[in-house]
């Protein structure tokens, strides 16, 4: 049972463009929600996270976006650059110990 | 700083052979895990450690051994090789428990033939 479900599997976008990420979680412990980036040939990266007593967190052109009451959170990517052509994956973990539940990854690609 | 270092880089076994990938971290951080990545699968957990001398389960620990002797080391075993193990392997460490940032190695490429 995938316990954070993310979507779409892929996405293409014009430089410039908001291409947005979506993931949904059913397990109400989760208290901590990364999302991490990946280049080919690389390791997972941190990006940015939230903790679910704020609806919004911003870093650069990095945006999370937390509805609580959905179980939903989504990234949003300002004025995308080819440089941010990676796969992105939402993950969630909770009280239950260091374990981190991961999505199944996004591969986000920005024409120039 | 290196961080989280894992080897090897790429390997090809046989079915049934056996092998361990390394993983060492530099941070002093507590915790460890495994993770496997497959298209369309994300990252799954195979097993994790707390500390030295603890070790547990994740979602798909069949096939794979761990111990965790020293707080820097945390081998993975696979211990007879199947294709369903064809697979980037990645080690990873954290400081402490929940919420906190998990730090990913460069991965290791495994082929199973």
């Known amino acids: 049972q995938q316990q954070v479900k993310q979507s779409p599997q892929s996405l293409i976008v014009q430089k410039g463009g908001i291409p947005i990420i979506n993931c949904a979680y059913e397990?109400?412990?989760?208290?901590?929600f990364p999302w991490y980036q990946q280049f080919p040939g690389k390791g997972p990266a941190l990006l940015i996270a939230?903790?679910?007593?704020?609806s919004e967190k911003k870093e650069g052109r990095f945006t999370i976006s937390f509805n609580k009451s959905a179980k939903q959170f989504s990234l949003h990517i300002m004025d995308s650059q080819p440089g941010d052509s990676a796969t992105y994956f939402c993950a969630a973990s909770g009280d239950t110990g260091n374990q981190f539940y991961f999505g199944t990854g996004t591969s986000l690609t920005v024409i120039p | 700083n290196a961080g989280v270092t894992q080897t090897p880089k790429f390997q090809v076994l046989k079915t049934g052979q056996s092998m361990t990938l390394q993983c060492a971290q530099d941070m002093n951080h507590e915790y460890m895990s495994w993770y496997r990545q497959d298209p369309g699968m994300g990252l799954r957990l195979i097993h994790y450690s707390v500390g030295a001398g603890i070790t547990d389960q994740g979602e798909v620990p069949n096939g794979y051994n761990v111990s965790r002797s020293t707080t820097e080391d945390f081998p993975l075993r696979l211990l007879s090789a199947a294709p369903s193990q064809t697979s980037v392997y990645f080690c990873a460490s954290s400081p402490t428990t929940t919420g906190n940032t998990i730090y990913f190695g460069e991965g290791s490429w495994l082929t199973v033939v």
């Open positions: 397990n109400t412990a989760f208290d901590y």
């Open positions: 939230i903790r679910p007593d704020v």
